[in-house]
């Protein structure tokens, strides 16, 4: 048995790994996609970032994307199992419509974590409420280490990948 910390480890990679493969999926470094993400790019960009990665930490910022969609399809199926992470999908699409968001990369974040979510408890061990821990963990690894840095990283990866 792997012990929780490493549950926890494993899962932080996890759901980085997938809500940043989404956010590149959708395109959200290609352009501000709701408003204040103009003002959070401009802000990483004067402090040495990189546009597309700080467009990128802008729409994780201000919208339900695939970020928000992860935490809490972990949320919900911590709670409630797969029928919680479908029920996250449905919060989550509220919200970006509130937000005036598409929501294509937090709807199918969601889902796609409820997923992922369901395989790891079932076939590898995973205690649901790592999860939780694992995404909480992952945004601040975008959002809290350094903006400047990690949108460097996020605008190689998106030229990389479009």
């Known amino acids: 048995m792997i012990p929780e910390p490493a549950y926890i480890a494993a899962?932080?990679?996890?759901?980085?790994?997938?809500?940043?493969?989404?956010?590149?999926?959708?395109?959200?470094?290609?352009?501000?996609?709701?408003?204040?993400?103009?003002?959070?790019?401009?802000?990483?960009?004067?402090?040495?970032?990189?546009?597309?990665?700080?467009?990128?930490?802008?729409?994780?910022?201000?919208?339900?994307?695939?970020?928000?969609?992860?935490?809490?399809?972990?949320?919900?199926?911590?709670?409630?199992?797969?029928?919680?992470?479908?029920?996250?999908?449905?919060?989550i699409f509220i919200g970006a419509r509130i937000c005036a968001d598409k929501g294509y990369a937090a709807v199918s974040g969601t889902l796609l974590a409820t997923a992922v979510f369901w395989a790891l408890d079932t076939f590898a061990g995973f205690p649901p409420e790592t999860f939780i821990a694992g995404i909480v963990i992952a945004i601040l690894i975008v959002q809290g280490v350094s903006p400047k840095r990690v949108s460097r990283i996020l605008g190689k990866l998106w030229r990389r990948c479009s």
């Open 11 to 91: 899962s932080a990679v996890i759901t980085l790994i997938l809500f940043v493969g989404l956010d590149l999926f959708w395109k959200l470094p290609a352009h501000a996609g709701v408003s204040g993400t103009e003002t959070i790019e401009r802000e990483i960009e004067a402090d040495g970032g990189d546009r597309c990665g700080g467009w990128m930490i802008g729409n994780i910022v201000t919208s339900p994307d695939a970020s928000a969609g992860t935490l809490v399809a972990a949320c919900g199926y911590w709670i409630w199992g797969v029928p919680g992470g479908l029920l996250a999908a449905v919060l």
